[in-house]
Structure formats: structure tokens, C-alpha cells
């Protein structure tokens, strides 16, 4: 291995190599950096801070230059799957395809370059968009207004939660429990234990659906309401969701609807509208903006009218007067972000919106609903599904036939996806179904895309049959073969530096 | 499609659903417009921002902060591999972002002087409400004594989800700038926690904190900007067990605020309850190294409700971000733009307490920001200041909302001043010149 330098042999395109880190590339002297000419004194900073403050020595970062930066982040980009390079089918994630124009706008620098502290006057432009997006939100679930501020759904989910403390402690009550149907993301329990609630379980019945009857038996005045996901995460519509929500209503609790599947309802119903009092939505999967390789997203929570007063601040408001200013609701549970959440991420989503309109979002849901049926009817004979019945935006199918008959099981099928280069589904969630494989295509995949999709499942079937070690062994063409995960858990090397990290040499 | 599904119609396929909750007409919302009609709106969004840099010089700071992000970062750091991927569940086909977070983690490890790193959260203030719920974990103990010099958007998030986790949350004031240890007792507590430089600039001391957390027996967290370690030691030299920072300074544009970039590093002894995720480095199935997320038995959804943390979506792309940021800067540049900072902030400094009516908030030693107390009312001073287009920095009383334990006397005159390595001297002597004008 020639280090540091110009080969590309990490590269899928040249070769099989590992890239090297940033540090083995470093080389003592040299430099990428380039900053601007100030004339400002060339003072000692030991003239005005006091020697037991300054370190002694520098932190020891990568010494490289600007080509060899380039070099080496563009091989690891070239060593990772993303939406722009192809199919991405990752159930309850929504990776569709990102519209490269909602990043442009929000690549200008008015937007971009506004710092959150500068008073209202010199950002009402901000201030303007942030209001026609929380009223965007409030039309689309049917709810009264947001908060903006949530980073992330699971950060959306607390504040719902400590919205739901609050209301409860408004009205004098102390409530303890929180229900979660057995299918919930891990997040939701997560969630209710740091909203200081305990969770309360309620299994599905036979057909995927929340067992009414174990609700309603654990429903009491101590319940300070339910957090669903609808359709729910085997994709899958809560039918009775309005007798779910009367018999909630009726002890006194609160209706959550957890928005990671909202993708699956836009322009059809509004969780407003099926009783839910407080929502959050993932605007990196329903709207669209860039997932980033794990964020940022954001995640704003909508209520309904009695939950208003509570909402965190300050909020953007529209002034009777005309123009936009911060205010706080008048029992606000307080700030949950630094600032005023992620809004370059907001700006993007609003585009979005703004270019689908009513009926564009409308046909977002149709067509998402419309292809996860068609994969799910399209394998049926290779992977049945869990539930056989018309599913919502994704499909949760089982491969426990393959693990019988050959030993192959739902990991192996994922894995052997990413040979056939598509990304894998989600394995292993829901819970409750064995060998889960959770595939959600998406709106913006075509009908060919998902045959070759499911062309390439029919042949890892078959291959489980005729080289089911094969499979086990999968994958083999992408850039490093199975990973051992065992491993990086029991030796923790999560630094350079990790005394453990024994085998640093690059020479494979 | 449809055929193939035995439907005729798209309705078909929500039919199961009742019909009592279905929109009868589609949603309140306007038609769908085109990409350059929305661009226009847009536009007129961002004329509308008077604020925007373009027109102003940027004085301001308290987390945020107007540093030189280069072409070659911004356009790395776009690249839509990274953009338009996911959490890197499937980690043979997600080394580049693996890889990329590995280079992070190395980088947030060495700059906070801690072992371990994980590859960031949303923000610094959730962060501090991270390291709190590890304080809690650790000590199983609830009373959090946190200084009056963390950043107060910081405080008020602690606070926010306090009430979930029924921490019990004491505020230590601020004397001279610094954090006036004695007026509280320390004692029991799960965490003390100590912002270096605090969000007034000001430098602590570190060490008596340490030996307070020492003899409570709670961890010691320590909150700042990572720039700081350009110049100042870091949290691991002073014995923090916790590291938290707002990185935003390390490669991400000011944003209105976000996406930031939360900051997370600690001692080994803590990282079983290290919130979020952790990239670790292993071998593949043909003997190649391999990187991997790791300790995923932390996390929520294996967890579930006995999870200390529900981060699933953090940051990521701010973390590639960074790491492609610092190492563009490399070891020399990341000194020089700590230093260069640090100097332009003390000469400004110099100048302007040199006009009459200003004082310094704090006499204390300082990074690259500071107060200063002005003769009439600070909101009305930085407008002035507009008007000459410079953004001559944030109102204190405006940052914390009112009173606050962070100032002696009237917040309202206050007026907190960030320097960048970005300002040039023309700048900083006009900044004292229109000063000392709007004053007169």
C-alpha cells in the first residue's frame, strides 16, 4: 500500500483494498488550510491568559493536503449505499428519493448564513417560514399548531410526552402509565420511561392489530394516555382506531400518534381527524429531506387546540400588525433545542410541500400504499407476509420457511440483497414477527425497479436451496464482507487510539 | 399495478380503512407549484432576512459562530453518498460513513482529552441533557448542580426535561464572570457541571470544580466550545468524566441554528450509558478491516423501556462534516484558528473598554468572546450597529430571557461579543470607531 498518496485501490470501481484513515495518511508539514490575511497583532496569547490555562501541547490532528483530503472522502463516499445510487427499501426509515432542488434552497446564504441569536427584525424572512410551515403541518394532521423545535422523532416523542405531563398536571391529575402496543418502535418505551411514565404493553392480536379488548382492560385514571403508530409498524391500519381513541378519551388519557408512518396516510386522513391529540412527524422521511447517514432530521409535534398553552417556546408568530415575532405559549414546558430546532432542515421540507401540494401529497401516499402492495402480492409465493391483506406503505414479510427448510435465515436474505446491489429491508423488527423482513419501496421507486427487486429475491430463494452457504457467507462483492460485530463489541476499538487497536496496520 | 393487484382504483387500496376518518376532499393546502415558482418564494424568504451575512459583520456568538468553512468542505461534505444515506445499519455497503464517523470520534476523543467519543447528538443542550441522564445512571442520584455559566438556551433544556426525569436541578450564580462555587452545597450530587469558556467567554477554574466533584462523589461534566482546545487544555486535563460541546464551530454554517452538531465524550469507565451511537473498528469475514456500529445493547431499541436514552437519529452528516473540517485545518490550523480568535477578541476587547461608559463584565481571563456592560440599553445599541452593518453582537438580557443568575445587576446594558479569525483589523478598528459614534 502506498501511503499517503494518490492510489485509489479502495475504491469498489479499482479494487478491494481498505482506505486508509485520515491519520495514516497524515504526513508531518503538511497542509490544506488557508485562511484570510487579518493584520491583527501578532500578539502572545500568554500577554492575557494565565499559563495554567494553555495547553502544553497541540491536539494532534491529520496532517494532510487538500488533494489528499479530496482523495480520501471521495473513496469513502464511493464506500457507501445511498437513495441517489439505488433502491433503498428500509422499512419505517421512508428512504425515498431526495429532490435535489429542496437543497438548493437551502444552499442560499440568506437562509443559511442567518444567525439564530439576531433579533426578529433582521430574520423575519425565517420567522415567516417557520409560521407557513407550522401551518403547513397543522393542515396536513389536522391539528391546531407545532413545535418546530424537536431535532429528531425521538426527540419529538419526549416533547409529546412532557406535553402530555403537562397537561395532566394543568388539570391537577398525577397519571403514571403510558400505553404501547407490543409492535411500537423501541424509541416509543425509550421515550415514555424519560417522560418519567411507565409502560404499559398491549399485545396484538391475531391479525396484527392492537387487541381492543387488552386495551381496554388496561385502561384506568392512572393512564396518562397511548402512543400508536398508524398504520402501525408491520404496516398495517389500526381499524378501529376510532373506538381506540373513545375508550382512551373516556378514562381521561391522550392519543399520541407516533408520525414515522405518516408517509403511508398524506392527503387521505389526518391523525387529527382519527382523534389524536398530539403528533410528531419525521420530516426526513415523510418530506423528504436528506436522512444524512443517520440525520440530521427534525421533528415537529402538532397538538390540538387543548394542548396549545403547553407547547415548547419561543415560537414564531405572525403579528396581528403585520411581520413575525417570538413568543411563548403562556404554559410552555420550555425550550427543547438549542435554538430553534434544525431549520435548514425545516426550510427543505417546506419546499418539498410547497412543490406537491394538496394533491400532490395526496398521490405521495397513494403511490407509496400502491407499491408496497405490489411487492407484497409480487412475493408472495417467495416471502409470504405476515399478515396477508392489503398493507399500507410497507410490508413486513417472514423468511422462517427459508430457516427451516435450509438454514437461511432473514439476515442472510438481507445480507445477500446487498450483492444483488439493493439495500437490504430492516431485519429483525417488528418484534412479534419471526424472521421479520420489513421492506418499505417507497413512492419513488418504478414498477421495474421493484420487479428487479423482486427478481433478485427470487433468486436468493433459490439460492438458499442450491448454496446456502453461500448465502451465509454474503455478501462477498461489496467493499468488505461480513462484518465481524461480536467482535468490535468484545475489543472496543473506537478510537486511533484505543489501546486495544493491536492490528492497525493497513495491509490487506 | 393496479390489475395486478385485482383493484381499479387507487380508493381500493384504503377502502379497509373507515370511512368516518378519511378526508372527504383532499387537505386545506394550496396546488402543488413548480420548482422555480416555489424558488421565487423562497427568495423573497430569504430578502426578507435583513440579518443575512452578506450584509453584515458578524460579531455574534454564544454557540455559534462565524468561522471560515471552505469550498473543499462544503463540497465533500455534500457529496450525495453521504447526504442521502442512512444510519449505517447495513455496515458493508456503509464503510464510507462508518469510516468517516471513526475519524470523528478520533478527532472529538483527542480535542475533549477523553478516551471515548460517540458520533454526536442534535445539539450541545441536548447533549448536556444526556450527560446528566448518564450522572443520573451512574450515581443513581438526581440533584444536578449546574453552573449559571452554561449557556442559558442550555439551561432551560435541562430544565424542559427535568420534568420528565425528576432531576433536581440547582443553578450555581456567577461572581465576576466566574461560577461562585460557595453559595451552594455540592454535596450528593450526581453531576457538577462547568462550561470552560463559560457562554460569557470567561475562563474558570477548572480545578476547584474538579475537587468539589471529587469529594461529592457525582461526575464531572464539562460543557464548551471545541474550539477552545486550539488554545486552552482540554476537559480531560482538568479530570472531566464527561465532555460536552456544541460543534457547530467545526464546519457547520451558522443555519438559524441548525443542524448543529452535540458533542459527547467521556471516561471508559462510563461507557456502558454513553448515549447514541459508537462506531468501532473490527475485521470482516476475509480477515480486512472492517468498521462497525458497536455496544448496541445501550441503545433504545434493544432496550427499549429501560433505555437511559432515546436518541436513534443524531447528526451524522454534521459529524462527516466536522471530521472533513478538521482535517482540512490538520493540527497547525486548528491551533491558528483558535489563536487567531483568541487575539482579535483581546484586541477588540482592549479597544472598546477604552471607551467611556463601557466596562467589562468579568475581569476575568477569556477566550474569544466576553461582555461588556454598555451605558443605555443593549438591544438598542446592536440596532445602531446595524444600521452601519455590523452585527455587533447578542443582548445577554435577550439570550437569557429576563433576570438570570449568570449576571450581577441589569442584563439588559449587557452585550456579549464573539471574534472570529475570520475579522481583520479595518474590521475591529471600524467596529471601535461606530462604536464609540452610536455611544457618543
Redesign the interface.
Known sequence: MSLPGGRAASAPLLG?E??P???EL?VAG??????????????S?SD???GE????T???????S?RD??A???R??????????GA?P?GS?T?KY??K?C???AA????????????A??????L??LVDLED?LC??TGMSAATLQP?????G??TG??LM??YHEAHGEKRTRVLIPDSA???N????????Y??TTIPSNDRGLVDLDALKAALGPDVAGIMLTNPNTLGL?E?E??EIAAAVHEVGGLLYYDGANLNAI?????PG??GFDIVHM?L?KTFAT????????AGPVAVSSRLVEFL?GPKATRRAGGGYSWSSPEHS?????????????L?RAL?Y??????????RVA?HA???A??LR??LRDTLPAAYD??CMHECVLTATWLKNEYGVKGLDV??GL?EEGF??P?VY?PLIVDEALMFEPTETES?QTLESLASSIERIALRAKSDPDGLH?A?QS????????A???R????????AE?S?GS?T? | ??S??GMDS?DQ??????A????AQ??????????PD??A??????????????RLT?Y?G???Y?H?V?A?VKM?G????????????????????L??I??F???I???SGL???N??L?????ALVEAL?MAAGATSRQKMVISAGV?P??R??V???A????HDIIEVPLKDGVTDWSSVDTSGAAALVVAYPNYLGV?EEVSAVKSLSVESGGLFVVCGDPLA??????AG?WGADVFVG?GQPLGT????????LGLFACTHEQ?RRLPG????????????????T????R?????????T??????????A?TA??Q????????????A??S???A??LFDALVQIPGVTPVSTR?F?REFALRLPRNA?GV??DL?GEGI?GG??VE??VGGVDPSIEGDAADVILIAVT??????E?DRYVDVLRKVLS
Open positions: 478491494h481498505i482506505e484513515t485520515i491519520f497524515s503538511r497542509s490544506a488550510y488557508q485562511l484570510r490575511t487579518t493584520d491583527v497583532p501578532a500578539t496569547l492575557f491568559i494565565p490555562h494553555l495547553a502544553t497541540r491536539v494532534a490532528l491529520a496532517e494532510v487538500e483530503l479530496v480520501h472522502f471521495t469513502l463516499s464511493h464506500r457507501q449505499f445511498s437513495v441517489d445510487l433503498y428500509l426509515c428512504m431526495n429532490p432542488f437543497d438548493a434552497v442560499d446564504p440568506g437562509l443559511n448564513s442567518v444567525h439564530p441569536g439576531v433579533p427584525s433582521l430574520s423575519q424572512g425565517w415567516e417560514l403547513t393542515a396536513i431535532a429528531a422523532g425521538a426527540a416523542e419526549l410526552l412532557l405531563r403537562a418502535h423501541g424509541t418505551p425509550a421515550s415514555v420511561t424519560l417522560g418519567g411507565d409502560v391500519f381499524e382506531i376510532v398524506l392527503g387521505v386522513i389526518r381527524d382519527m419525521n426526513h436528506p436522512h444524512g447517514g443517520g440525520g440530521p432530521g415548547p414546558i420550555g425550550r427543547v433545542h438549542g435554538w430553534h430546532g434544525n431549520a435548514m432542515v426550510a419546499a410541500i410547497d412543490v406537491h401540494g394538496a394533491e400532490g401529497l395526496q397513494q400504499v400502491l407499491n402492495n405490489w402480492e409480487r391483506r392489503v438481507a445480507k446487498l439495500h437490504s430492516t423488527f414498477v457467507r455478501p461489496t467493499p468488505v464482507s461480513r462484518v465481524d460485530e467482535r468490535a463489541a475489543h472496543l476499538i473506537a478510537t486511533e487510539d484505543a487497536r492490528h493497513p490487506h | 399495478m393496479l395486478f393487484l387507487l387500496l384504503f377502502a379497509h380503512i373507515p368516518s376518518v378519511r378526508l383532499g387537505l386545506d393546502l394550496a396546488a402543488g407549484m413548480s420548482e416555489v424558488a418564494v423562497f427568495a423573497q424568504y430569504s430578502s426578507a432576512n435583513t440579518g443575512q451575512l452578506s458578524c455574534a454564544a454557540g455559534a462565524d471560515e471552505p473543499v465533500l455534500s457529496r450525495s453518498e453521504f447526504v442521502t444515506a442512512y444510519t449505517p445499519y447495513q455496515p458493508e455497503v456503509a464503510q464510507g460513513i469510516q468517516a471513526f475519524e470520534q478520533t478527532m476523543s483527542r480535542l478516551p471515548v467519543a458520533a454526536s442534535y445539539d450541545g443542550a441536548t441522564n449557556h438556551h442550555w432551560a433544556v430544565k424542559t426535561f420534568h420528565g426525569t425528576g475562563l482546545a486550539g488554545v486552552l487544555k482540554t486535563d456544541e454554517a451558522l443555519s438559524f441554528g441548525g443542524p448543529y461507557i451511537r459508537i462506531v468501532g473498528e473490527t475485521l470482516d469475514s476475509n480477515n480486512r478491516r472492517a468498521f462497525v458497536t455496544l448496541r445493547a441503545e433504545q431499541d434493544i432496550r427499549r423501556e429501560k433505555a436514552s432515546n436518541v436513534c437519529t443524531n447528526q451524522t452528516l454534521m462527516v471530521a472533513i478538521l482535517g482540512w485545518l490538520g493540527t497547525r490550523g486548528f491551533a491558528e484558528v489563536t487567531r483568541a487575539r482579535a483581546h484586541y481571563p477566550f438591544s446592536l440596532d446595524v452585527l447578542l443582548s435577550a439570550l479569525e475570520k475579522r481583520t483589523r479595518a475591529l
